[in-house]
């Protein structure tokens, strides 16, 4: 009698934090709300320098264009960034 040896990967699922993921948890929360007040400080600025060179008359408005875009791309990826990880995970 031949006995097969079957070996299984475990599937971890969601997981369990280990001791002291609270406060892990917590300077991702504080990133998380640094980042976002960056994100907001960017779009003024970016929409102030925007709104200047405007007033101004001067054609430097397309670098700050360019640079309130950009602000806003950083904002959808940050906004987004929970979904991305957890699509590539």
Do not use: R
């Not at 079957?6 to 699922?13: M, W, Y």
């Not at 504080?30 to 200047?52: D, E, Q």
């Not at 001067?58 to 991305?84: D, E, P, R």
């Amino acid at each position: 009698m031949s006995h097969l040896l079957i070996l299984a990967v475990v599937n971890p699922g969601q997981g369990v934090a280990p001791p002291g993921a609270d406060k892990l948890t917590t300077i991702l929360q504080w990133t998380a709300w640094g980042v976002f007040a960056l994100c907001v400080a960017g779009v003024l600025i970016s929409a102030a320098k925007l709104a200047h060179a405007h007033n101004q008359g001067y054609g430097g408005a397309n670098q700050h264009t360019t640079s309130l875009a950009w602000t806003l791309v950083a904002c959808v990826i940050a906004g987004s960034s929970a979904a991305i990880v957890g699509a590539l995970s």
